[in-house]
């Protein structure tokens, strides 16, 4: 469908082209460029084949309940879709995407055959789209890249504030960058100054990107509860959330026994 918050921007032509290819048994999603923006195991789609996908699913460890909506922004070659639709059935989730050749393209080449049951492709500008959102989603994922570089849109105080205030209580926001740019450390500045500095790195086990978290309320954080966490999500989904919490430790501060938030100066 078509939302009002379609971009209608001068540039919104000059979107990049997408492209697929396909080595083995991995089909993968290229906007312009060499480079993979999602990648889909043909043989088991609901795997997350990129590191950086599995990253972006750490936010499970830092929820007490289900989450009863996902928004995602950036729909890509579907990845989250399909495997939050594999293992989190009973999660409604609306995938908001600008362009309307990755729509196209994930439809037809990516196995999103399950729209309708739980499931919901809107074409619209995220940044617009996330306004209308009045604390009725649990989780906000965010992975918005043009084929070269993120989005500037996505990591501004007015889209971080806006994702705040449409996360419900205990929402939590995750976005994947990429470690090398050098805005980084801007970015987490803005976020951490939007979300009072609750806010986690969880780094990729490869191609040095991030899944950065972003609580709306300050989670459970004492390592040893997290780690019979991520034994029991192990367990359920499949993904090393060991290794995430590792991860975790080894690029946020902490005491030993729990994380620790930076203060933000008022």
Not at 6 to 33: K, M
Not at 181 to 203: A, C, H, N, S, W
């Amino acid at each position: 469908m078509t939302h009002p918050f379609r971009r209608n921007r001068f540039f919104r032509n000059t979107l990049p082209e997408v492209n697929i290819s396909e080595v083995g048994n991995i089909r993968s999603l290229h906007l312009g460029t060499p480079t993979i923006q999602s990648s889909m195991n043909i043989a088991h789609p609901p795997e997350l084949v990129l590191s950086y996908s599995r990253a972006m699913m750490a936010w499970l460890l830092f929820v007490d309940d289900l989450p009863k909506h996902i928004t995602q922004i950036g729909l890509g070659g579907g990845s989250f879709a399909r495997w939050l639709h594999e293992y989190l059935p009973e999660t409604r989730q609306v995938a908001i995407e600008i362009n309307p050749q990755v729509i196209q393209v994930a439809r037809t080449s990516f196995c999103l055959d399950f729209e309708g049951n739980n499931f919901e492709i809107i074409e619209a500008d995220g940044a617009e789209y996330v306004q209308i959102l009045r604390g009725n989603t649990d989780v906000i994922l965010v992975d918005g890249f043009d084929g070269v570089q993120i989005i500037d849109e996505l990591v501004g105080e007015p889209f971080f504030h806006d994702c705040r205030i449409a996360l419900r209580e205990k929402g939590i926001f995750a976005t994947n960058w990429w470690s090398g740019d050098k805005r980084y450390p801007l970015f987490m500045q803005r976020l951490r100054t939007i979300f009072d500095g609750q806010v986690l790195e969880v780094p990729a086990v490869t191609h040095g990107n991030v899944a950065v978290l972003a609580f709306n309320q300050v989670p459970e954080l004492n390592i040893e509860k997290l780690k019979k966490r991520a034994e029991k999500l192990s367990n359920a989904y499949g993904l090393d959330f060991f290794r995430m919490l590792a991860d975790a430790k080894g690029k946020n501060r902490h005491d030993g026994k729990r994380f620790v938030f930076e203060k933000m100066e008022k």
